[in-house]
């Protein structure tokens, strides 16, 4: 018997089905860095912070029964001090009225402004993610006629004590190598340091993972062997959890999170535009900075060939 086919697209009136719901990807939103550190209320745009270090231990110290002491200026441990500036972030939200009337998929009806304002939270507190872990150098705010953007310094930018520039000298591959990882681990325990977690990109992170023989390897449900991937890693400086961070591509942080923090002085707002246009909305806004309490504690490694 011969069958007709229907061609729906010739039918009027057939309705798509669009289903009630957004899906949301955001490869940035753990913010690791941020919820490892720690934090600090802070009350002004430039904080400021002091740093001290003990004598260099000596084993010839000795003195002679009945001794007399004398005192001298130098006798006590001078302190040092650090400072940064405070970055004021903003992320803007504009919705059109007339489009809160209409009926969009995923979207109660008149919840587009809320659900924008949901994305641009999420966003500049990525933002700030990327200040932290940036080689930002820092700038002063200045206000009035100069109308100076203030910038603060990131994690990158305050280590450098404790820093390997790969691609030349002792280290001429910009492959992340194992004796590199090591020497830095080295540098950190010699200046004091105790990094309890690495934070590198995809490359980095592969490349750590190749280092470390399994010997009981997982096998799929096709029989397949698994690739290792590394979550921890010791060093002399002990052990570092090994963190993924898809905002590092050419360099790897190996942190003591404990002397770092976020600094606030002002906490994500939200600010509503006025009633003046066909539209409604307004702003977040926040104003932050990182403090490095002893960035001798800590390490970085730049300069490496990966890319996103």
């Known amino acids: 018997m011969a069958e007709a086919n229907v061609n729906i697209e010739a039918q009027l009136r057939i309705r798509e089905t669009v289903l009630d719901s957004i899906s949301t990807i955001d490869p940035y939103g753990e913010r690791q860095v941020m919820t490892s550190i720690g934090r600090q209320d802070i009350e002004g745009t430039k904080p400021e912070w002091s740093k001290q270090t003990l004598d260099v231990p000596s084993a010839t110290n000795t003195q002679t029964h ?13 302190r040092t001090q650090d400072f940064n500036y405070t970055q004021l972030m903003n992320k803007k939200v504009a919705v059109d009225l007339s489009h809160e009337k209409v009926r969009v998929a995923g979207i109660p009806k008149g919840g587009e402004l809320d659900k924008q304002k949901t994305l641009k939270y999420n966003a500049l507190l990525n933002d700030v993610e990327a200040m932290f872990v940036s080689a930002n150098t820092r700038v002063q705010p200045l206000p009035g006629a100069t109308a100076q953007s203030g910038r603060s310094a990131g994690i990158q930018t305050f280590i450098v004590t404790n820093a390997i520039a790969v691609g030349a000298g002792s280290f001429p591959s910009k492959s992340l190598e194992r004796s590199y990882y090591h020497t830095l681990a080295q540098k950190c325990k010699k200046t004091g340091g105790r990094p309890n977690k690495t934070f590198c990109g ?5 490349a750590i993972g190749s280092w470390v023989t399994q010997t009981n390897r997982d096998v799929s449900d096709q029989g397949r062997k698994l690739q290792t991937v590394i979550d921890t890693y010791e060093t002399v400086s002990g052990v ?4 993924l961070h898809m905002q590092l ?8 999170t404990g002397r770092w923090d976020a600094g606030w002085l002002r906490e994500p707002q939200w600010f509503p535009y006025p009633a003046n246009g066909d539209f409604h909305g307004g702003d977040y806004r926040l104003e932050a900075s990182l403090i490095a309490w002893a960035e001798e504690s800590s390490g970085k490694i730049t300069g490496l060939q990966y890319t996103a």
């Not at 007399?68 to 001078?78: E, H, P, S, Y």
């Not at 995809?202 to 592969?206: D, R």
């Not at 570092?240 to 963190?243: A, K, L, P």
């Not at 591509?249 to 003591?256: I, N, R, Y």
């Open 66 to 78: 009945g001794f007399t002491v004398t005192f001298a200026t130098a006798d006590w441990r001078a």
């Open 249 to 256: 591509t050419s360099a790897l942080l190996m942190l003591e």
């Open 202 to 206: 995809i490359g980095a992170k592969e």
């Open 240 to 243: 570092q959890d090994i963190i």
